[in-house]
C-alpha cells in the first residue's frame, strides 16, 4: 500500500505558475512510476505527466507541454509538478498517482484544487 498527499494548489492568474508536490509513504521501496492526473469540473480524470522511477523518462499531454514539468526526488519520496504560463483552462483538482509497470494507476492521492483566474 503506497499513501500520497498532494500540496501546492490553489488560487492564481492566468500566466502565473504554481508547483505542486506529492509525497508518498507507506510502501515507498518499491519502484513505482508516478503520474499527475486531472479532473475538471464536469469533466473525467485525464492524464497530465508521468516520470519513470528514475526520472530519466517523462511524459506529457500534449495540452501541458513546454508549460509544465514533472520530476521527483526519490530520496524525499516525492514527486513535483511545476506549472508555468497557467491558463484558464488548466483549473481542475490534480491527483498524484503511482503506477505500474505498464504505467496504469494503482493508487490515488486525495487531489489539490487549482483554479486559474482569468
Known amino acids: 500500500q503506497v499513501q500520497l498527499v498532494e500540496s501546492g494548489g490553489g488560487l492564481v492568474q492566468t500566466g502565473g505558475s504554481l508547483r505542486l508536490s506529492c509525497a508518498a509513504s507507506?510502501?515507498?521501496?518499491?519502484?513505482?512510476?508516478m503520474g499527475w492526473y486531472r479532473q475538471a469540473p464536469g469533466k473525467e480524470r485525464v492524464f497530465v505527466a508521468a516520470?519513470?522511477?528514475?526520472?530519466?523518462?517523462?511524459y506529457y499531454d500534449d495540452s501541458v507541454k513546454g508549460r509544465f514539468t514533472i520530476s521527483r526526488d526519490n530520496a524525499k519520496s516525492t514527486v513535483y509538478l511545476q506549472m508555468n504560463s497557467l491558463k484558464p483552462e488548466d483549473t481542475a483538482v490534480y491527483y498524484c498517482?503511482?503506477?505500474?509497470?505498464?504505467?496504469?494507476?494503482?493508487?490515488w492521492g486525495q487531489g489539490t484544487q487549482v483554479i486559474v483566474s482569468s
Open positions: 516520470i519513470s522511477w528514475s526520472g530519466g523518462n517523462t
Open positions: 507507506g510502501r515507498t521501496g518499491s519502484s513505482y512510476a
Open positions: 498517482a503511482s503506477l505500474d509497470g505498464g504505467y496504469g494507476v494503482q493508487y
